[in-house]
């Protein structure tokens, strides 16, 4: 993986956090003095550090606002979950810049130059002022802003020597700590590198030797990164109750748009999602569809709701419609096929989940259970639900691999004719491996089990009573 890191700073967010950028002149003020000032404000020859009354007495049409810690931070956090859609590592550097991991998802992209894009166009309609830090660490990405024009991600001995050219005054330091680093004559980060990091951290602390080998990549910099809002639950009120399904499918289409949107933005994929029909009666119809595999297209989601929606019966004219994303899951971009075959089937997933919208047909998924009669194994369970693997009792025995994935229960008496047993009228041939169960109830008669060939091509599972030496069909391989 390329260590690679993206720095968003907005360096007018105290100002930009309401309404974003404003042609009029602005300044942020503490205490009576100007902390912050727009480029209109600037441009009438207002700076940081002016009193509010000379700033008027420059600009008289000047804006003033006062600093507002809440709206700054949920400005921040809102620009970071528009960046989730880029990558799920998005951390926040308070008071006014966002750190990005993208070396993960250089693929994801296209490589370094669609990743660029896609940051490019991000800040083209970004509503705030914004510039861009590159680097292979958090710290390094911090300061080295304004890189000049790209086609590849530079090598590491270049990045190093951007960093060796920061002046010690444009570091993220305390003011006390640069004076301490000038003494001695430091002028850059350069004069820096040969040195003992032991000795760093003896003269200058050990704050600064645990920053420095943050920058360099010398020792990790963990960051906890922006959790994106969940659950995705939205809803849509009509002017005029509905009172056919069919009319549901346009709000259906715009709901799931915004859930898509959501689901890319954030790079998760849902495997089920819940539609709340909201009657004019005060009841509440819930439909839930499900897929085989997590996805968060809306074609898909579409028909499946659709589908799903031909089998409900409305009781009452429809008030309103929610939409409830349940619980996502992280996408993986990794897994998808780059260069599919183009005469490839299509998967089987598509097929089952459209089967599984069909509540008539009662799809299930067989598995198996302890038991001790084969047709008390098998269990049925909804077809996209987790299978549970609870130990079975230390006296059931352990089941056959030539067992067959569907067992009839109870089984189906077979005719016999000259001692052969016949299904559909059809002899079926036995072949000569033979399987015996010994049931623990003394009224129950052992049975010997085959495996049989009918002449349609069906394999099939049968047995025969040891005391009425009647045959039975147990099921189909």
């Known amino acids: 993986m390329t260590p690679l890191w993206l720095a968003l700073h907005f360096p007018l967010l105290a100002l930009e956090a309401g309404d974003g950028p404003v042609e009029r002149p602005r300044v942020l003020v503490h205490q009576h003095r100007v902390q912050l000032a727009n480029g209109a404000a600037r441009a009438a020859g207002v700076e940081g ?109 270049r990045f190093q020597a951007w960093l060796a050219a920061l002046d010690l005054d444009d570091l993220d330091l305390e003011a006390r700590l640069r004076e301490r680093l000038r003494a001695p004559g430091f002028r850059t980060l350069g004069d820096l590198y040969p040195l003992p990091r032991a000795a760093l951290g003896k003269r200058f602390g050990a704050g600064f030797l645990d920053w420095l080998q943050r920058l360099l990549g010398e020792k990790p910099d963990p960051r906890r990164p922006l959790t994106p809002p969940r659950p995705f639950r939205e809803r849509l009120e009509f002017d005029d109750p509905l009172d056919r399904l069919d009319h549901l499918h346009g709000p259906m289409s715009e709901l799931l748009t915004r859930l898509s949107a959501d689901l890319e933005r954030h790079q998760e994929s849902l495997t089920a999602i819940r539609w709340h029909l909201h009657l004019n009666n005060g009841h509440r119809d819930t439909l839930v569809v499900r897929r085989a595999q997590a996805g968060h297209d809306v074609a898909t989601w579409l028909d499946l709701t659709r589908r799903r929606l031909e089998h409900q019966v409305l009781d009452a004219p429809v008030l309103g419609l929610g939409l409830d994303g349940g619980r996502p899951r992280p996408r993986n971009p990794g897994l998808a096929d780059l260069f599919p075959d183009p005469g490839a089937r299509a998967p089987l997933s598509g097929l089952l989940e459209k089967l599984a919208a069909e509540p008539a047909l009662r799809l299930y998924r067989p598995e198996r259970a302890p038991g001790h009669l084969p047709e008390e194994t098998e269990r049925g369970r909804p077809p996209f639900e987790k299978a549970a693997r609870p130990a079975p009792p230390p006296d059931t025995p352990a089941p056959s691999e030539d067992r ?48 049989a060939h009918h002449p349609d091509g069906l394999c099939c599972w049968v047995f025969q009573d040891e005391r009425d030496k009647g045959w039975w069909l147990q099921g189909f391989f």
Request: aromatic share 6%.
């Open 404 to 451: 067959p994935l569907w067992l009839l229960d109870p089984p189906r008496p077979l005719a016999v004719r000259d001692s052969v047993p016949h299904w559909r009228d059809r002899p079926l041939t036995l072949f000569p491996q033979e399987e015996r169960f010994s049931q623990p109830w003394h009224h129950q008669a052992a049975r010997r089990y085959h495996v």
């Open 49 to 157: 550090g002016l009193r509010l009354a000379t700033a008027r007495a420059l600009c008289e049409d000047l804006e003033v606002l006062e600093a507002d810690d809440g709206a700054r931070e949920a400005a921040l956090r809102r620009q970071g979950q528009h960046l989730l859609a880029l990558t799920p590592q998005v951390c926040a550097a308070p008071p006014a810049s966002l750190l990005l991991e993208v070396g993960s998802c250089l693929k994801l992209h296209g490589g370094f130059q669609g990743l660029m894009a896609r940051v490019d166009r991000y800040r083209l309609h970004c509503p705030l002022t914004t510039r861009l830090g590159l680097g292979p660490t958090p710290l390094a990405a911090w300061h080295l802003s304004d890189p000049p024009p790209l086609e590849t991600v530079p090598e590491p001995a």
